[in-house]
């Protein structure tokens, strides 16, 4: 394998696919997507139930795309069918299982270490989803009832007793659809769905109207343990509930750690960039979720990487 590039980018999201689409239009070569996990778009294929609507203009969020790439409208499946083929392009080089530790600014460029070595590169472009280290309670988690706790539905079947924790898209998702084979709660600390989109919030109507959720709202929760083989729950009024499992989903956290240690600075938890989305390092830019403004939009994460891709290419000339 090579280990000098032009250009690294570290996450094959949308963001970090569209960083490396635009810049071989642009002109530039030598290009490598490094990805943690065995595909790209690991949080759509992890986080987004089968068959889940996505739209270009996600939450309502109008946007005009800027650069080559024509996302429209779609589902799960065919978003990911999107993203193959992008990555079909024979020059475009996508490294799986291969998660960056570090990167270190040296004299002319950037080396990216990874497990058993490292890469060097001029330019660097973080792309990693904050879905990746998805958020998880402030109490203890007992070792117990570990098993019992999610993060996604991958570990849920069917007959149980499940308590969904959260109150945006994914938490009434994933209540919405583990409803049709169990029972299901949703507890949430504010008293309606706001942060929730249109589609969702009519669906969660209509799953709570119907009898197939019931809805916990303005509770939250103290404590967890365990009881003859159940997750006990303590909620803050005093009250406690056994169920057989527990799935948060109250989002995800900046990396923080990976940044510090690459020498990104932060402000208020959210890496500091300028309006090329370069970080106070000259030559390492952020991209997607990670700058946390384009709150999960796909078309917001093309634009990001096409925005990048031109200004390094306007800074090769």
Partial sequence: MKNNYELVIIGAGPAGIATAIESYVLGMRDIVLLEK???????IRKFYKDKKRVDKDW???????????????????????????????ESLELRTHTEVQ?????????????????????????????????????????????????????ECGAGEKIMVVGGGDSAIEYA???????????????????????TNQADIEKAVAGGCVRPLLNTEITELESESGKVKVLFSGGNTELFDRLVYAIGGTTPSG????????????????????????????VAGDITQESGGSI??????????????IRQMD
């Fill in 37 to 43: 996990d065995e595909n790209h778009n690991a949080t």
């Fill in 258 to 285: 990976f940044l510090q240690s690459s020498g990104i600075q932060e402000e208020e938890g959210k890496p500091v960039h300028d309006e090329n989305y370069q970080t106070n390092i000259p030559g390492l830019f």
């Fill in 102 to 154: 570090k990167i270190v600014k040296q004299e002319g460029g950037f080396e990216v270490f990874i497990a058993g070595g490292s890469i060097h590169a001029k330019y660097v472009v973080v792309t990693i989803g904050r879905m990746g280290k998805p958020n998880k309670p402030d109490y203890k988690i007992p070792p117990s009832i570990k098993n019992q706790i999610h993060y996604t539905l991958d």
């Fill in 176 to 198: 919405v659809d583990l409803c049709e084979k169990n029972e299901v709660s949703i507890c949430y600390r504010r008293g309606t769905f706001r942060r929730a989109n249109p």
């Fill in 59 to 89: 939450k309502g969020q109008k946007v005009e795309l800027d650069g080559t790439i024509y996302f429209m409208d779609g589902t799960k499946e065919s978003t990911l069918d999107f993203f193959d083929q992008l990555l079909d392009h």
């Fill in 299 to 312: 078309a917001l994460g093309l634009n990001h990487g096409y925005a990048i891709a031109n200004y390094i």
